[in-house]
């Protein structure tokens, strides 16, 4: 069907997967859809799913909810895929939508999966309003992991803010010192950081994993940094909303360049399904055969 209603998918016994439609231009023969499989096994090059498509009666079954399931901890995700300058639809039940900013329609770009969002560097950034005291609003030392794929036109000695719920909180961005870093604050200890070399002009899979005291730190699937660096003095708080783009809680910190599959998780997620991430959304996929 000319918006891909008709297309299902299922595992190799017929069990049906649920799966979500991010783009389907059928006019420039472009699309990314989502599946969700249960499991994915190693080194198995037998294991597949099928795609069924050509029912002219079929409903649209696309469901990002369940495919970005809060139960396996996703508690926000936004493909970035929208048209510029409008909202960004966060694709799991939680619904927390982000409303952009000095944005417009050249802010819609070809991105690393389908379309991603440009940001100035000055002006631009996403607002999830309402997200303070949320699903987003994690503990100190508690378990999440922040990821994106991220493209950044400038490395000048400035703090350029992917993701942040405040400069008290966690925060993942391209700091001062010219190094990625994942953040966070945690009361009587203060400021705790993990650095990685960062990549000018050059598409990057970002994650940040924190599990109570260990922070850690991964650039394309791999594991770059665990040591924690600490700066004392500096107060936990949750009030802010979370921001996509620049830092949360003041006018400081935009980020220049493009974003992409900005994620959230209420879960630290291990090595191995970081690595399978990166391999299978990078642009030449290492995971995925259509025979």
């Not at 099928?50 to 495919?67: E, F, H, I, T």
């Not at 970002?206 to 599990?211: A, S």
């Amino acid at each position: 069907q000319s918006h891909g209603a008709d297309i299902r998918f299922s595992k190799s016994d017929n069990t049906s997967l649920a799966h979500e439609i991010e783009r389907w231009d059928s006019t420039n023969g472009k699309a990314e859809i989502w599946v969700k499989v249960d499991t994915v096994y190693g080194n198995d090059s037998t294991q597949y799913m099928l795609m069924y498509w050509g029912n002219p009666d079929a409903p649209d079954n696309s469901n990002s909810a369940m495919v970005f399931d809060t139960a396996a901890g996703f508690q926000g995700v936004w493909h970035m895929s929208q048209a510029g300058n409008t909202t960004a639809v966060d694709a799991t039940a939680n619904r927390l939508n982000g409303t952009p900013s000095g944005m417009n329609a050249d802010a819609s770009v070809e991105g690393m999966i389908g379309r991603a969002q440009y940001f100035n560097g000055t002006s631009s950034y996403i607002a999830l309003t309402g997200s303070a005291y949320s699903k987003l609003d994690f503990p100190q030392n508690g378990n999440y992991t922040l990821s994106a794929w991220v493209y950044t036109e400038v490395i000048d000695g400035k703090a350029h803010y992917i993701l942040s719920k405040s400069n008290n909180s966690y925060n993942l961005n391209l700091s001062t010192k010219n190094l990625w870093e994942i953040y966070d604050v945690e009361d009587g200890i203060g400021l705790q950081s993990v650095y990685a070399q960062p990549n000018l002009k050059q598409w990057t899979y970002l994650t940040g994993v924190c599990k109570g005291n260990d922070m850690r730190l991964y650039v394309d699937g791999i594991c770059i940094d665990s040591t924690i660096s600490i700066i004392k003095g500096v107060p936990h708080e949750s009030d802010s909303d979370v921001h996509i783009g620049k830092r949360a809680d003041s006018d400081y910190g935009y980020w220049n360049g493009m974003l992409d599959e900005v994620t959230l998780l209420n879960v630290s997620l291990g090595p191995d399904w970081i690595k399978l991430c990166y391999m299978n959304q990078r642009i030449d996929d290492k995971l995925v055969v259509f025979r």
